[in-house]
C-alpha cells in the first residue's frame, strides 16, 4: 500500500530524513517511533503530498508521489491527522466535518451519515452542536481523527495522536484505532512512545534521520534488551 524507496528530505543542511526505504502492506499499521526531530513528521508530510521530497521516490495508494496530479489523487485516498488538530473553533462538529467533506465534494446524504457515523463512535454526537472552542483537548482530537475519516480514506496518517492527551484521552483515541486496524485499514502512526506501538501496531520502525530498525515490537523489544545491538530511543 505504500513503497518508500531512498525517500530524502532537506531544509537548506540540514538533512531531516535520510534515503528511507520501507514497505508498508495494506491493512498494515506500523509505527514510526523516535524522538524528537527524528524526521517523524516530515515523513508524513512527505507521503501527504504537503511538501516535496528533496529525493528518493514513493507510491501511496497506487499513487506515485510528484506525478501529474498525483497531488490531488493521493489527497483523496490519505486521511491526515497532523500534530495539531488545527480545528476552527467557531464550528461545531458536525459544521466541521461537513465543511471538510465538501472539500472532497462528498454529496450531501453520504456527509450527514458519515457524520453521523464517526461523531457516534467517536463519543461525540451528544455534542456534536457545541462549538470546537468548547471541546477538551481529548474531544479535539477525536474531532480531528473524525475529520481525517470523513472520506473513508483506506490510508491513514497520525501525527501523534495521543501526544499531550490525559491518560483517559489516549485511552479512547487508542481504542479507535484499534477499531480501525481490525477494519483493515493502512495505518502510519507516529509515535516516540514504543508502549503505545505495542499497544496498536503490527510493526514498528525506528526512525533517527535514517531508519535504524524495523520489526514487529516484540522482536524490537528483544533488541533494546539484547546486549549487542541495543536501539537507543531517546
Ligand atoms: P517531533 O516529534 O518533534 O515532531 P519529528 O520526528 O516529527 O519530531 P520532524 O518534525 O520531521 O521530526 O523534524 C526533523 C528535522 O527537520 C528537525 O531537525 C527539524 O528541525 C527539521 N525541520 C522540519 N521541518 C522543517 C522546516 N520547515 N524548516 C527547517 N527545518 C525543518
Redesign the pocket.
Known amino acids: 500500500m505504500i513503497e518508500i524507496e531512498e525517500l530524502t528530505r532537506t ?2 543542511t ?1 538533512t ?2 535520510d534515503r528511507l526505504t520501507l514497505t508498508i502492506g495494506e491493512g498494515e499499521v506500523f509505527a514510526l517511533l ?10 508524513v508530510r512527505m507521503l501527504g503530498c504537503l511538501i516535496g521530497r528533496t529525493s528518493g521516490r514513493a507510491v501511496v495508494a497506487g499513487q506515485r508521489i510528484g506525478d501529474p496530479g498525483a497531488d490531488r489523487r493521493i489527497r483523496g485516498l490519505i486521511g491526515l491527522l497532523p ?1 495539531e488538530p488545527g480545528l476552527y473553533p467557531d464550528l461545531t462538529a458536525v459544521q466541521t466535518l461537513d465543511y471538510f467533506g465538501k472539500l472532497h465534494q462528498l454529496p450531501k446524504r453520504v456527509r450527514a451519515e458519515r457524520t453521523e457515523e464517526l461523531l457516534t463512535r467517536l463519543g461525540l454526537w451528544e455534542r456534536r452542536d457545541s462549538k470546537a472552542a468548547t471541546y477538551s483537548k481529548g474531544m479535539r482530537q477525536r474531532l480531528a481523527i473524525a475529520r481525517a475519516l470523513i472520506h473513508d480514506p483506506p490510508v491513514l496518517f497520525l ?2 495522536p495521543t501526544a499531550n492527551l490525559d491518560p483517559e484521552g489516549a485511552r479512547a483515541v487508542r481504542e479507535f484505532l484499534l477499531q480501525l486496524r481490525a477494519e483493515r485499514r493502512t495505518i502510519v502512526l ?1 509515535t ?1 512512545d514504543l508502549a503505545e506501538a505495542e499497544r496498536v501496531c503490527d510493526r514498528v520502525g525506528v ?1 533517527r534521520t535514517r531508519l535504524v530498525a524495523v520489526g514487529s515490537p516484540a522482536e524490537l523489544r528483544a533488541q533494546l534488551h539484547g546486549s549487542t545491538t541495543r536501539i537507543r530511543l531517546d
Open positions: 531544509f537548506g540540514r531531516a530524513v523516535g524522538p524528537n526531530g527524528a524526521g517523524k513528521t516530515t515523513t500534530e501525527d501523534e507516529n516516540h526512525l
